[in-house]
Every structure is written in C-alpha cells, then in structure tokens.
C-alpha cells in the first residue's frame, strides 16, 4: 500500500515557549490551543495534557515538541 499524499492547506507553525519555572509557559500554551480551538483553527489541549510524559510529570517540567 503506498503511502497518502499529504496536502498543505494551511501554514504550519511551530511556536516555542522559554522561560524560569513555574511563570506560566503551560497555562499560556493552553490557552493559546483554547482561542484556536473557538476560531475553529486547532484542537483545543487541556492544561492536563499538555505534560504528558512520566519524566515532566515526575520532575514538574515540560518538554514538549510537536
């Protein structure tokens, strides 16, 4: 079976999120995905889900890359 062909509707963006612990770079990231999600341009990702491996979770830190 060959593989799908992906078509390029919509510009990708990649956004990167720095800063000291605990001053808000999840809460921001959520929030950015909830405006998306009420234009209808992106699933909204709950607070919840956006620290999802065991190791940022263990040691309350985030990395994340999409």
């Given at each position: 079976?060959?593989?799908a062909h992906f078509e390029r509707t919509?510009?990708?963006v990649n956004i990167g999120t720095v800063g000291h612990v605990d001053h808000g770079k999840t809460t921001l990231t959520a929030a950015i995905t909830k405006?998306?999600?009420i234009k209808g341009e992106a699933a909204f990702v709950d607070y919840d889900m956006i620290d999802k491996a065991p190791e940022e979770r263990e040691r309350?830190?985030?990395?994340n890359t999409a």
């Open positions: 079976m060959g593989k919509k510009p990708h405006v998306l999600a309350g830190i985030t990395i």
